[in-house]
C-alpha cells in the first residue's frame, strides 16, 4: 500500500472530480420488444440480474432477443457502465456492472436497465469503472437518484449530478491489481464451494431416481398451494417479517436481514393457507425462481406474491421428502420448462400445481430423508470454512475498494 500512497502523491495529489453529466451520456435499453421477440431470438442481450449479479458483465450469454434489420437499437460497447432501473430495494437500486472486454457479438441491453457512456473513454478504465461503481461512495450517489413507495426507480437526471474522481490511469491500474487479487481469491474459494454443492447435488439426484416409483402432481400430495398477498402491504418499522425473494437464499433458510415489517393486523387477516406453519416449504416463482425452504419451527412471518408455499399432505408424502424432491435436478427442468415471460420469468401456480415429483413408499420416503439430511450435515462441516473464508475474503475487498476509492 505504501507503494499506491507514493505513487498517488506524487502523480495526482489532488485528484479531479466530475459528474456524469460532465463526462458522457445515458441510453436506454431493449425498445418495441413483444414477448415472441425473446422467444425467437437471434442476438445476445444483457438481463437485470446479469448487472445485479456482476461487477463486470458476465459475456457467457445465453438470453436472446429477436433484431431485426434496421432496428434502432443500442448497443453495449466495452466501458459502459450498466445500471439496473429499479428495485423492491432502495439499498439495491442502480446496481452496476460494466462491459470490461470486447464481445464476439453485439450485445443489447433489457429495457429495464440503462448505461452511461463516456465521451472520452480513455478517462476510465473499464476494470477501474468497476470497482469504482460499487464503491461505498459512490453507491450511496446513485441510491439517492432512486425515489419510490413499494419499487424505486432511478433518476437519469439525478444520476446526471452523480460526482466521480478521475485519477491518472497509472494510478488506476495499480487500484486494479491490488483489488482483483482480492477477487481472484475470492472467485477460487467460490469455484471450490460451487464443485462441493455439485457433488451434494449428484448424490441427491441419483438417490431421487426411481424406476418403478410413481410421479405425482405437486397437486395431489399436498394440502394448499399458494403465494402471497397480490396487494402491496402496508410497512410499519416494527411488527410481522415481510420476506421477499431477497430473504429466500439456496442455503435452504429464510434469511431474516435487512427485513421489511408489515402489521399484525394486515398479516391476521391473510388466508390461513397464506401463513407459513411447520413443515411448510416456500418456493419462488417470479424472477429468480426454484428457490425452495423447508420451515421447521414455528415463525410468522408474511411474504411477497413471487414466492409461493406449499403445505404438504403428511398422509401422502413426508414434508421433508418433499423439500429435497424439489430441490433435485429433475424437478428444476420442469420448472424451466413451465417458467414463462421474457425480462421476468414466472412459474404460474396452475404450472406449479400440475408439477410432478417421484412418490415412492412412505419408509422410502423416511430412508432418503434420512439420507440426504445426515448429507446436508456432512457437506455443511465440510464447507463449512469456506463459507466463512469467502465473507471475510469480500469483508477485506470491500474495505481496502473503499480506502482506495476515496481519494
Not at 70 to 79: D, K, L, P, T
Not at 95 to 123: I, K, T
Not at 354 to 364: S, Y
Amino acid at each position: 500500500m505504501g507503494g499506491l500512497d507514493r505513487l498517488i502523491a506524487g502523480l495526482c495529489p489532488d485528484v479531479r472530480a466530475l459528474s456524469l453529466g460532465e463526462l458522457g451520456l445515458f441510453y436506454g435499453g431493449l425498445i418495441d420488444k413483444s414477448k415472441d421477440d425473446f422467444a425467437n431470438g437471434n442476438s445476445k442481450f444483457i438481463t437485470y440480474m446479469n448487472i445485479f449479479n456482476n461487477a463486470s458483465v458476465n459475456v457467457g450469454i445465453a438470453d436472446e432477443v429477436m433484431i431485426k434489420d434496421g432496428e434502432r437499437q443500442n448497443i453495449v460497447q466495452v466501458g459502459d457502465i450498466l445500471f439496473t432501473g429499479s428495485s423492491e430495494s432502495l439499498a439495491e437500486s442502480g446496481m452496476s456492472a460494466v462491459l470490461v472486454a470486447e464481445p464476439h457479438e453485439p450485445l443489447y441491453l433489457n429495457s429495464f436497465c440503462f448505461g452511461f457512456r463516456l465521451n472520452e473513454p480513455l478517462l476510465l478504465l473499464p476494470d477501474f469503472s468497476k470497482h469504482l461503481f460499487r464503491s461505498t461512495v459512490l453507491r450511496k450517489q446513485i441510491v439517492r437518484t432512486a425515489s419510490g413507495v413499494t419499487r424505486f426507480n432511478v433518476s437519469k437526471e439525478k444520476m446526471k449530478k452523480v460526482v466521480i474522481p478521475l485519477p491518472p490511469l497509472e494510478v488506476q491500474r495499480e487500484i486494479v491489481r491490488i483489488l482483483d487479487n482480492f477477487t481472484e481469491l475470492t472467485a477460487e474459494l467460490t469455484a471450490e464451494l460451487t464443485a462441493r454443492k455439485k457433488q451434494h447435488s449428484y448424490y441427491r439426484d441419483s438417490l431421487l431416481s426411481f424406476e418403478d416409483a410413481p410421479r405425482v402432481a405437486l397437486s395431489d400430495c399436498c394440502i394448499s398451494i399458494s403465494d402471497g398477498d397480490h396487494q402491496a402491504p402496508p410497512k410499519v418499522d416494527n411488527g410481522i417479517p415481510f420476506i421477499t425473494i431477497s430473504n429466500v437464499s439456496g442455503s435452504g433458510a429464510v434469511d431474516f436481514t435487512n427485513i421489511k415489517f408489515v402489521p399484525e393486523a394486515y398479516y391476521n387477516a391473510l388466508a390461513d393457507k397464506r401463513k407459513a406453519k411447520v413443515n411448510d416449504i416456500p418456493y419462488t416463482v417470479v424472477g429468480s425462481f426454484g428457490i425452495s425452504v423447508f420451515i421447521d419451527a414455528n415463525m410468522r412471518f408474511a411474504f411477497q406474491r413471487h414466492i409461493a408455499i406449499l403445505r404438504p399432505d403428511s398422509n401422502t408424502i413426508l414434508p421433508k421428502y418433499l423439500y429435497h424432491a424439489m430441490q433435485s435436478s429433475d424437478f428444476m427442468n420442469q420448472a424451466h420448462t413451465v417458467a414463462t415471460g421474457a425480462a421476468q420469468k414466472t412459474i404460474t401456480l396452475t404450472a406449479l400445481n400440475k408439477m410432478k415429483v417421484p412418490l415412492p413408499h412412505i419408509d422410502e420416503q423416511a430412508r432418503i430423508v434420512d439420507i440426504l439430511d445426515r448429507f446436508n450435515e456432512l457437506v455443511s462441516d465440510i464447507k463449512s470454512g469456506l463459507p466463512a473464508e469467502i465473507a471475510a475474503r469480500k469483508k477485506q475487498y470491500e474495505y481496502y475498494r473503499d480506502k482506495l476509492l476515496t481519494f
